[in-house]
């Protein structure tokens, strides 16, 4: 802890740099941007499935699979998904009908486990190719595969349903892709930080722990990683696992300011029963509050003025990211 003895954050608004050390998530790599709007969700390739009262593809005898039918769907333009039937051995069959966005978030359901353990296993099994494949967004990529493309778009649907209120799909898609086995380029702690900040944003805390706690798999020494899975569980009011999560944030970088500010709120909200009430905050166990009160002593050597002062900046901090204000690096540590 010596590096922060005697430190004195500063308001977010003053635009503190953030860490540069080789390990942590936010080393300047490129980073697509989450699309909203249902006629881009992303491109996609995975079986669906249906009641078996549906059938798109008029004049054919479709293949029943328990209670349901199963499609493979596969974006074949901006806003419309090409759909194909499932035959005994699953593989796909017959030519593609043509849906929009908007009927695949309302009638289809994900199915990637589906897809991952019957049909590419099929596919490699009778050395099947799609036809007119190859044609994804990269040169020669084929679209029957978990890369890091199509798990991206799929991520994205199952952010579309949830924010379309269908969230219990939402939420099993994106629970299946966490639990995706197959490795691929891109598989890494920044894929899983950056579908963790997606989903704490959207409220989704439990699936943000697990992206968290799945991208810490991948390294233990990255700071941010465990700052943001420590925001993950100060927003479910899980003050404990909170708190550990800050530790070993401190113990890798005791200088970054987010953690600073997290550690002074919940020392602010130990003892101000209103301001627990205004965050809808649950009361903070006593260790938790010690240990927040020698984090922030060690921060601010024993300097009592500082750390009032730094309470006052932490709250107000709060505050504005209540209010969705931008701050520096918000994206970075999913503020």
């Not at 998530?25 to 009641?51: A, P």
């Not at 380029?185 to 899983?192: A, V, W, Y």
């Not at 300011?257 to 029963?273: H, I, K, R, S």
């Amino acid at each position: 802890m010596a590096g922060g003895l005697g430190r004195t954050w500063g308001s977010p608004a003053e635009g503190i740099p953030m860490s540069k050390d080789s390990h942590v998530s936010l080393d300047g790599r490129e980073r697509s941007r989450f699309r909203r709007g249902r006629g881009d969700i992303g491109h996609i390739c995975c079986v669906f499935s249906t009641s078996k009262s549906r059938n798109v593809i008029r004049g054919t005898t479709l293949v029943g699979h328990g209670h349901a039918h199963y499609w493979l769907v596969r974006q074949v333009g901006g806003s419309a998904y090409g759909v194909r039937g499932v035959d005994g051995d699953f593989l796909p069959f017959h030519a593609e009908a043509i849906i929009s966005a908007d009927e695949l978030l309302s009638d289809y359901t994900p199915e990637v486990s589906v897809f991952e353990d019957r049909m590419l296993s099929a596919v490699k099994r009778h050395d099947y190719r799609l036809a007119g494949d190859g044609c994804g967004p990269e040169s020669g990529r084929s679209v029957l595969c978990l890369d890091e493309v199509n798990v991206r778009g799929l991520f994205e649907l199952g952010v579309e349903y949830i924010l379309a209120g269908l969230s219990t799909r939402g939420r099993n898609l994106i629970r299946e892709l966490i639990r995706v086995k197959a490795p691929f380029p891109g598989k890494d702690q920044f894929l899983f930080n950056e579908f963790g900040i997606r989903l704490r944003k959207i409220g989704f805390l439990d699936g943000a722990v697990i992206c968290y706690r799945r991208a810490l798999k991948y390294t233990e020494a990255d700071d941010h990683l465990y700052y943001n899975l420590a925001r993950a569980y100060y927003e479910q009011g899980q003050w404990w696992d909170c708190m550990r999560a800050l530790s070993q944030c401190f113990a890798l970088n005791p200088d970054l300011p987010q953690a600073g500010d997290l550690v002074m709120l919940t020392n602010a909200l130990a003892d101000d029963v209103g301001l627990r009430a205004k965050y809808n905050k649950p009361p903070v166990p006593d260790g938790v509050a010690r240990r927040a009160g020698l984090l922030a002593e060690a921060v601010y050597a024993h300097d009592v003025k500082a750390v009032a002062v730094a309470r006052t900046r932490a709250v107000e901090a709060e505050d504005r990211r209540k209010q969705d204000i931008w701050l520096p690096g918000r994206e970075a540590v999913g503020l």
